[in-house]
């Protein structure tokens, strides 16, 4: 089973933009436009906030976007909110009826 | 309003088998318009999608876990179960169940709209 790679943390001042990547091979993220981002309070349940690469639920900021570059899928948050301070993860769908999720990334608001 | 919730025992002892079950409410488990999921947490490290099913009982699973893995669904309580089978000290993790909303073709491509708060198992005799 493929596995997705992201940086185990990220952090970014109120204000400024973060990005944070997901990286995986030609039979996850880059062969299919099926890349999800979530939003993860501890505690909370996770939150949708990006679907098919760049799409986003009713509700969610336009602050956050997603994008896609070859192997790689990307999730940026713009003009940092305190409250954006959560874990990120990404999941991807891998062919075969199956998906898998990365490892997180821990997102700080300085 | 949350419209997921996770139910079953906090702990189970090692090779018994793990039974949770996810009561959705504000809507209809029987519609076509969405899957149903499991998704776990172990302690300290990222999500694992488990499996997922159609009202209508069709099942996907994750290969890892399609050997030990049974979910269900009783559309009259408008409820779907996890049923994980001779558990290790491995299994021990906060369990979600989640709505797959279906918006692409790939069943286990759809996103998972609306999450449970998740329900800790921990696996120990």
């Known amino acids: 089973q493929s596995a997705l790679t992201q940086p185990p943390s990220a952090s970014g001042s109120p204000g400024q933009s973060v990005t944070i990547s997901c990286t995986g091979t030609s039979s996850d993220v880059g062969g299919y436009n099926y890349v999800s981002w979530y939003q993860h309070h501890p505690g909370k349940a996770p939150k949708l906030m990006i679907y098919e690469v760049f799409k986003r639920p009713s509700g969610v900021p336009d602050r956050f976007s997603g994008s896609k570059s070859g192997n790689t899928a990307s999730l940026t948050v713009s003009g940092l909110q305190a409250e954006d301070e959560a874990d990120y993860y990404c999941s991807s769908y891998v062919g075969s009826n199956n998906l898998v999720f990365d490892g997180g990334t821990k997102l700080t608001v300085l | 309003q949350l419209p997921l919730q996770e139910s079953g025992p906090g702990l189970v002892k090692p090779s018994e088998t793990l039974s949770l079950t996810c009561t959705v409410s504000?809507?209809?488990?029987?519609?076509?318009?969405?899957?149903w999921a499991w998704i776990r947490q172990p302690p300290g490290k990222g999500l694992e999608w488990i499996g997922s099913?159609?009202?209508?009982?069709?099942?996907y699973y994750n290969p890892s876990l399609k050997s030990r893995v049974t979910i269900s669904v009783d559309t009259s309580k408008n409820q779907f179960s996890l049923k994980l089978t001779s558990v290790t000290a491995a299994d021990t993790a906060v369990y979600y169940c989640?709505?797959?909303?279906?918006?692409?073709?790939?069943?286990?491509?759809?996103?998972?709209?609306?999450w449970g708060q998740g329900t800790l198992v921990t696996v120990s005799s």
């Open positions: 989640a709505r797959q909303v279906v918006v692409v073709i790939a069943a286990t491509g759809n996103p998972f709209d609306y």
């Open positions: 504000g809507g209809s488990i029987s519609s076509s318009s969405y899957y």
């Open positions: 099913i159609y009202y209508s009982g069709r099942t």
